[in-house]
C-alpha cells in the first residue's frame, strides 16, 4: 500500500513513455520489504512522492532554499537539500544530492554500477539522476551523517570520486569520441580524464569567481554542446584535405548507399540528388560534381560537417587533426547568454596536453585575478574587452576570430600605439594655433 | 573499518577521480579505438558502426528517464549483463545504449528491451532516438528537488514524450529535433541553443521576508546580485532589510540565490516559456540561439496540456514544411517570422519583442518584410 495518495501523479503512470512515477513506486514498494539495512530512510521514496504531489497541487515547489552540508576537505560535490514540510514527510526532511564523477562518455561495467547501486540503496533513497546536465552521476537524497559514510565507501571501496559545485571546476565531459565515432579528431575521453585528474584541486575546492566547465566536442558536430554550455569548448578539427573515396561517392549517387547513414529513411524524400543536397547546400560553395568525380575546394571549406554527414562511407575527415579552442559560454544569468568565441583556431592535441594545460592555467590566472564575484568567464571578456584576453594569453589577432571587423570607429587606442604619446604642449600648440 | 565519526581523517583518501574509462570499455570498443571507418541508422535507434578492422558493434539506443531508481538500473545491468558482456553507456541527453559486437547478438537485445514494462504500463526502453528524429528530452531537476523552479521537469518531459512518441520512434523529420527543458533561467541544462525549449519562468517580483532577511542574508550581495539593479537597502519597522523597484525585475531569481528571504515562485506567477531554432552543430549553418516565441503559459500539472499543444503545433508545422537537411531555426529564418507565426498558428505579442540590452539588434531595420 502506497503511504500517501497521488492521483496527479498517477495520471504520469499513463503514456508510453517510461514513467518516473512508477519507478519511484516501484523503488518505495523494494525498500519497504527489502532486508538490506538502511541507513537513510526507509520511506524516502514514499515521502518524496507524498511531497511531488502536494507541489502537483500547490505548484510551487517545496524544497527550502539551500543548506549548506559537504564532506570534509571539499568545497564541492554535495548540493544541500531540506524539505519545508519535515512533519508531514519525515523521510525527505534532508533529502541532499552528491555529485558523482562520471567516467569519460559515460560506459559503464555492470560491476561498477551494482555496486554504485548497493551504496545507495543502503546510505541513500535508493534515487538517481542518469545523469545531471553537467555529466555527473547524481546520487539523489540523503541525510547529513550518511555524507562522509557514502565518501568513504566510494573512495575506499568503489575508488572513485565526487564532481564539483559551486564556484570551482565543473566536472568535465566529453563527447563519445573515438570509442565509437568516425569523425573525431582528437581522443576526447583520454583528454576528459587527464585534465579531470590534473585539476582535481579545482574540482573540489572552490577558488575561482564563479563556475568554470570544460567539454570536449570530437568534431564540429558538437554533442556534447560545448560551444554553448562550457567556458572553455574544446572542438575537433582537422587542416588538411577531406579524404574522398570517388568510388564510394558514386554509389551514393547510385543509390547502393543511403545518404546521412540512413537517417532520413522514415519518409520517401525521393532519390538522392547530390547536386541539391550536398553540393547545393554545402555553405561555402566549395564543392563541385560533374557526374563522375567530386571535388573539394579544401582552402574554402569551413569543415562544417555537413558532406561527410551525409556520406560517412565516401568523405572523412582529414588527417591533420587537432581541436579549436573556445571561451565564454553560458546560459542567460547573468548578462544573456553567450556562445563561446574562437580564441585558438587550430591546436595539436596530443598528450602530455602541455601546450592545452599552459593556455588553461593562463585564462584561470588571469580571471581569478580580474573576474568580479560570481562573473562567469564570458561576461568578463566582456568586460574587459577580447584584446584584453588576447593579450593576456600571448596570442596574435586574425581574422578567424571574429564574425566581421567592428563597425563603429570608438577605437580604445592606447598611448604606446600613438607616436609620439599623449603628453603634448598646449603652449607649443598655441604658437601655431590662436585661441 | 569504514568510516569512523570520532576520527573522520583516518586514512582519509581524496582526489582520486573518476575511474578511468579504460575499464568500463566492451571489448570490442577496446580493440577498435580511434578506428572507426563509417556507421549506419539500420533501424530507428539501431546504430551499426564498421571498423577498419572488419569489426562491427550494433549498439541499440532507448530513451530513459533521467530520474532512475536504482531496481531500474539493476533491471539495466541484467539486460547488459545477458547481452552485452556487462557493458553499457549513456548519451549526453539521457539515453541507454546497449552494444552488441554480432549481428546474431540484436534481435534477442531487441526483443528482450521491447517487452518490459512498468507496472503503471509504459514501456521501460522505447528504441529510438536516432537520425532525423526527435531524441530523449534532456531536462534539468523541477519540482523533484531544486529549490528554485518555476515549472516541473520530469513530469513536463514526460507528458511531451507520450504525445511524440511516435517520432521518438521514427525518422520522418527533415532534420533531428533536439527538445530541452530547464526549469528556471539558470537553465541548467543549457536550453539556449535547443530547437525546441521548454523554460520555467516566474512573473512576479520577489517577496519580502522583512522580519528575516537580515538574519538570512546578506544584504550587500542579495543588492549585487541584482543584474537590473532592482534592489536598494531599506528600513522596514527598525529593521534592515531590501526593497526591490518592481518595475525593474526581469525575474530571474538571482537575488533569491542569494538570499532566501526572496523567494519569488508562485502558483499563478510563474510557468512555461517557449524558445525555438536554436542549435549546437555547426552543419551548414552556424550554432545559433533559441528565440522565444510563447511567452507564457500556465503550470498545468499532471498533463501540462497547453505546453504539449503549442510544441506539437511549432513541431509539426516544421515537419510538414522544411526543407531535407534544414534545421528548425533554418527553416524560420528562410520562411521568416512572420510566416513562422502564420504557419505555426501561434499569437505573436509585444512580449515577444525584445526589451533587454542590445535589443534593437532584433528589431527589423528594413524594409524586407513580407505582407
Ligand atoms: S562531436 Fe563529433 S566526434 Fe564527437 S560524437 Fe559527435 S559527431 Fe562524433
Ligand atoms: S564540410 Fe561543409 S564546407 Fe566543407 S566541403 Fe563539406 S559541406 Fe562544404
Ligand atoms: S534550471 Fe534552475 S530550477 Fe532547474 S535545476 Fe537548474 S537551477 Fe534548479
Ligand atoms: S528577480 Fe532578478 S531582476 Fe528581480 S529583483 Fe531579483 S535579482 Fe533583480
Keep these: 500500500m502506497a503511504k500517501h495518495k497521488t492521483p496527479m501523479l498517477d495520471e504520469l503512470e499513463k503514456g508510453r513513455w517510461p514513467s518516473f512515477v512508477s519507478d519511484i513506486k516501484q523503488e518505495a514498494e523494494n525498500r519497504g520489504k527489502t532486508s538490506v539495512e538502511l541507513h537513510a530512510p526507509k520511506e524516502a521514496c514514499d515521502d518524496l512522492l507524498g511531497l511531488l504531489e502536494l507541489t502537483y497541487k500547490d505548484k510551487v515547489v517545496h524544497w527550502k532554499h539551500g543548506g549548506i552540508v559537504g564532506v570534509f576537505g571539499y568545497g564541492g560535490g554535495v548540493i544541500g537539500r531540506y524539505c519545508d514540510q519535515p512533519d508531514q514527510f519525515p523521510g525527505v526532511r534532508d533529502f541532499h544530492t552528491m555529485r558523482v564523477n562520471q567516467p569519460s562518455s559515460k560506459f559503464y561495467s555492470t560491476e561498477f554500477l551494482r555496486q554504485l547501486c548497493d551504496l545507495w540503496e543502503r546510505r541513500g533513497s535508493g534515487l538517481t539522476n542518469m545523469h545531471g546536465s553537467t555529466g555527473d552521476i547524481i546520487l539523489l537524497g540523503t541525510t547529513t551523517p550518511q555524507l562522509e559514510e557514502i565518501f568513504w565507501e566510494l573512495t575506499h571501496d568503489l575508488n572513485q570520486d565526487l564532481g564539483g559545485s559551486g564556484s570551482n571546476l565543473r566536472t568535465p565531459s566529453d563527447c563519445i569520441g573515438m570509442a565509437r565515432c568516425e569523425y573525431a579528431c582528437y581522443d576526447t575521453m583520454a583528454l576528459c580524464y587527464d585534465l579531470t585528474m590534473e585539476y582535481q584541486d579545482e574540482l573540489h575546492r572552490p577558488a575561482f569567481p564563479y563556475k568554470f566547465k570544460f567539454k570536449f566536442d570530437g568534431c564540429p558536430n558538437g554533442c556534447v554542446a560545448s560551444i554553448a554550455r562550457a567556458d572553455m569548448s574544446v572542438i575537433g578539427t582537422w587542416r588538411d584535405d577531406i579524404r574522398i573515396d570517388q568510388g564510394a561517392v558514386r554509389e551514393y549517387v547510385g543509390g547502393e548507399f543511403k545518404p546521412n547513414a540512413g537517417a532520413h529513411s522514415g519518409r520517401d524524400w525521393g532519390t538522392f540528388d547530390i547536386q541539391k543536397e550536398v553540393i547545393g547546400l554545402c555553405p561555402t560553395q566549395c564543392m563541385e560534381w560533374d557526374g563522375k568525380k567530386l571535388k573539394i575546394d579544401n582552402k574554402e571549406c569551413t569543415r562544417c560537417m555537413h558532406c561527410i554527414n551525409v556520406m560517412p562511407r565516401a568523405l572523412r575527415i582529414g588527417q591533420d587533426t587537432g581541436a579549436s579552442i573556445l571561451f565564454g559560454a553560458k546560459a542567460p544569468i547573468l548578462e544573456g547568454a553567450q556562445m563561446s568565441t574562437l580564441t585558438v583556431p587550430f591546436m595539436k592535441i596530443e598528450e602530455p596536453y602541455d601546450e592545452l594545460k599552459d593556455l588553461i592555467e593562463k585564462v584561470w590566472d588571469f580571471w581569478s585575478e580580474e573576474g568580479k564575484n560570481r562573473e562567469r568567464l564570458g561576461e568578463m571578456i566582456q568586460r574587459v574587452g577580447f584584446q584584453k584576453f588576447l593579450e593576456v594569453l600571448e596570442i596574435e589577432p586574425d581574422p578567424r576570430m571574429i564574425q566581421e571587423p567592428r563597425s563603429n570607429p570608438y577605437i580604445f587606442w592606447k598611448e604606446e600605439d600613438v607616436p609620439g604619446g599623449w603628453d603634448r604642449d598646449i603652449k607649443e600648440f598655441r604658437k601655431k594655433h590662436q585661441r | ?371
Design chain 2, 1 to 371: 573499518m569504514g568510516y569512523d565519526p570520532k576520527d573522520p581523517l583516518k586514512d582519509r583518501i581524496t582526489d582520486i577521480g573518476p575511474r578511468n574509462y579504460e575499464e568500463f570499455l566492451p571489448p570490442v570498443i577496446k580493440e577498435n579505438y580511434g578506428k572507426w571507418l563509417y556507421h549506419d541508422i539500420l533501424e530507428p535507434g539501431v546504430l551499426m558502426h564498421v571498423s577498419e578492422t572488419g569489426a562491427k558493434v550494433y549498439t541499440v539506443r532507448v530513451g530513459g528517464c533521467r530520474l532512475m531508481s536504482v531496481t531500474h538500473i539493476r533491471e539495466i545491468c541484467e539486460i547488459a549483463d545477458k547481452h552485452c558482456g556487462g557493458y553499457l553507456r549513456f548519451t549526453t541527453r539521457n539515453n541507454i545504449e546497449f552494444m552488441v559486437d554480432d549481428e546474431s547478438k540484436l534481435k534477442p537485445l531487441m526483443e528482450d528491451l521491447e517487452k518490459r514494462e512498468f507496472a503503471g504500463g509504459s514501456k521501460k526502453f522505447p528504441r529510438g532516438g536516432t537520425g532525423a528524429g526527435l531524441t530523449n528530452v534532456v531536462h534539468t531537476q523541477g519540482w523533484i528537488h531544486c529549490h528554485t523552479p518555476a515549472i516541473d521537469a520530469s513530469g513536463v518531459v514526460k507528458c511531451v514524450m507520450d504525445e511524440l512518441y511516435d517520432d521518438f520512434q521514427n525518422m520522418r523529420f527533415p532534420a533531428q529535433v533536439r527538445i530541452s527543458l530547464a526549469c528556471c533561467l539558470n537553465m541548467c541544462g543549457a536550453v539556449h541553443c535547443s530547437d525546441i525549449a521548454i523554460l520555467g519562468i516566474h512573473r512576479k517580483p520577489p517577496m519580502l521576508d522583512h522580519e528575516h532577511l537580515d538574519n538570512m542574508c546578506e544584504i550587500p550581495l542579495a543588492i549585487a546580485a541584482c543584474p537590473t539593479g532592482a534592489i536598494k537597502p531599506a528600513t522596514v519597522d527598525g529593521k534592515k532589510t531590501v526593497a526591490v523597484k518592481n518595475e525593474r525585475c526581469m525575474f530571474c531569481g538571482n537575488c533569491y540565490t542569494m538570499c532566501p528571504s526572496m523567494p519569488l515562485a508562485d502558483e499563478e506567477g510563474s510557468g512555461v516559456a517557449l524558445l525555438v531554432g536554436g542549435k549546437i552543430s555547426n552543419r551548414i549553418s552556424e550554432p545559433k540561439f533559441s528565440k522565444v516565441v510563447v511567452p507564457f503559459l500556465p503550470n498545468e500539472p499532471p498533463r501540462w496540456d497547453s505546453t504539449v499543444e503549442a510544441i506539437k503545433k511549432i513541431l509539426y508545422a516544421y515537419v510538414e514544411d522544411a526543407n531535407k537537411y534544414e534545421r528548425l531555426g533554418d527553416w524560420a529564418e528562410r520562411i521568416g517570422w512572420e510566416r513562422f507565426f502564420e504557419k505555426t498558428g501561434l499569437p505573436f505579442t509585444e512580449h515577444l519583442i525584445d526589451d533587454y540590452r542590445f535589443a534593437y539588434t532584433t528589431w527589423r531595420q528594413s524594409t524586407q518584410f513580407k505582407f
